[in-house]
């Protein structure tokens, strides 16, 4: 049985603030690409909804997901991290055996 993907609240309150301080409601999309220094990175940006994208959501907010990415991110968690070096969305994913140190390329 597979586990979609979940959202934090973190990262759906996230969400609100960024659309509360732009003045528009935009979705976040989350991908899965081949490359980045341990075999896939992922791609984390506001995106339009396509037709397949699993959407997400919580509040008027969206988390999108293609059905590409969507095996390579299943049972993971997107979250939104505040650190003293920076804020970000993150992914935790427990299907990655190793992921660099920036936490953006992982590897199966």
Request: hydrophobic share 40%; aromatic share 8%.
């Amino acid at each position: 049985m597979t586990l979609p993907p979940r959202v934090s609240d973190r990262a759906f309150a996230r969400l609100a603030e960024i659309a509360e301080d732009t003045g528009e409601v935009k979705a976040l999309r989350v991908a899965v690409d081949g490359g980045g220094c341990s075999g896939f990175q992922y791609d984390i940006r506001f995106d339009e909804p396509s037709a397949d994208d699993l959407v997400l959501e919580k509040n008027g907010q969206k988390v999108l997901i293609d059905p590409v990415s969507l095996p390579f991110l299943e049972n993971a968690v997107v979250d939104f991290s505040e650190e003293l070096i920076g804020s970000r969305f993150v992914i935790d994913n427990p299907n990655a055996s190793s992921s660099c140190g920036c936490g953006i390329s992982f590897s199966m």
